[in-house]
């Protein structure tokens, strides 16, 4: 049987401004993800990537083509609805960190149930179930800590730790690397791998071919359309710099 359809994009399409000034910052993507895939979404600078996990994170909506998440067609929600079901239904790991800086780790992690009325709702049980996603990252001993007493990777473990709270079916991170220096990207990506391992499923943009190397499929985009769709275990970081060297196919 073949598993749940996570993500179905079909002729998804995003046209800023009109007229001449007109800008297909999507054009036409049609891709479907399956539960327990790690993706990589890789391109130069300005082929769409922002733009596209914008519309898969709900926080934008498709000018054109159809957007199913989980079963559901999102493409002409409301961004009220977009924001009730990006809320429950997804979580986001930027390169930024986005940490509440006045909270320590377990109140940053403890934040998203709070729009959750139907997860625990005692604040012992939710110290409780942020305490084991904070060990779970192996950041348990800095629970009471201020982002700006942890170090970068640890902050982003504490991002990570907050979205694992909330129990997401689909992880979207955005350059979660792009802020780290290489031991602590090898720490978030070892997490991610493990994430994976246990039937996560999560979509990540990258610039770099030896971030992308630990998905197991790869997506370049390039002026807005999908250019190739790698799916492979054992992938060649040579190779994929190749393929984002090479000059863009017109079609
Ligand atoms: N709000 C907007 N209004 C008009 N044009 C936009 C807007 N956002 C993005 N664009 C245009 O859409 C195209 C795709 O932009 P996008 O940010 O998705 O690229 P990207 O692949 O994420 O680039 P980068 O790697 O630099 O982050 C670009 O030409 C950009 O100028
Ligand atoms: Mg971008």
Redesign the pocket.
Known sequence: MEPRKIIETINLE?V??NGE?E????DSISITIHEGEFVAIM????????????ILACLDRPTGGSYILNGMDVSNLSRTELARVRGKELGFVFQSFNLLPRMSAIENVMLPLMYRPDRPTTIPQRKELAMQVLQSVGLAERAHHLPSELSGGQQQRVAIARVLINEPILILA??PTGNLDTRSSEEIMGILHDLHGRGRTIVM?T?EPDVAAHTERILH?RD?KLHSDEKNGHLNPNKIKQTINSEPQKV
């Open positions: 995003k800023y401004g000034n800008v297909k910052a999507v391109g130069p600078s300005g082929s769409g990537k922002s733009t596209l996990m914008n955005d350059e943009v610039h985009i807005g």
